[in-house]
């Protein structure tokens, strides 16, 4: 199960931590990644890690802004967001791939998926 929290409304050049927890499975050597869909759009990746070595994939069009990190002991994992612009409006979400799976930036390659929380930039 992965449980997504921390979105919210904030306004242009603003910062949110999102964070997902992780249960019922082991956290420490998979790949966990952030992904976000706008209205209209198809469902993009944001950030990757591996959870056991820490190794990370930002999106160019995040790069520099967003920062993702993990807690092997909280089974969580962030997503730090600075220097929000109005396109990074989208419902995020926290999605895993199976235990030993090298991380990619695609989303069909992650069969778990958190429910999703909403960031809005005005």
């Known amino acids: 199960q992965l449980v997504e929290s921390g979105g919210g409304s904030v306004q242009a050049g603003g910062s949110l931590t999102l964070s997902c927890v992780a249960s019922?499975?082991?956290?420490?050597?998979?790949?966990m990644g952030w992904f976000r869909q706008a209205p209209g759009k198809e469902r993009e990746a944001v950030a990757t890690?591996?959870?056991?070595?820490?190794?990370?994939y930002y999106a160019d069009s995040v790069k520099g802004r967003f920062t993702i990190s993990k807690d092997n002991a909280k089974k969580t994992v962030y997503l730090q967001m600075g220097s929000l612009k109005p396109e990074d409006t989208a419902m995020y979400y926290c999605?895993?791939?199976?235990?030993?799976?090298?991380?990619?930036?695609?989303?069909?390659?992650?069969?778990?998926w958190g429910q999703g929380t909403q960031v809005t930039v005005s």
């Open positions: 019922g499975y082991t956290f420490s050597s998979c790949c």
């Open positions: 999605a895993r791939r199976r235990a030993g799976s090298w991380c990619t930036a695609s989303f069909s390659d992650f069969p778990y």
């Open positions: 890690i591996f959870t056991s070595v820490g190794s990370t």
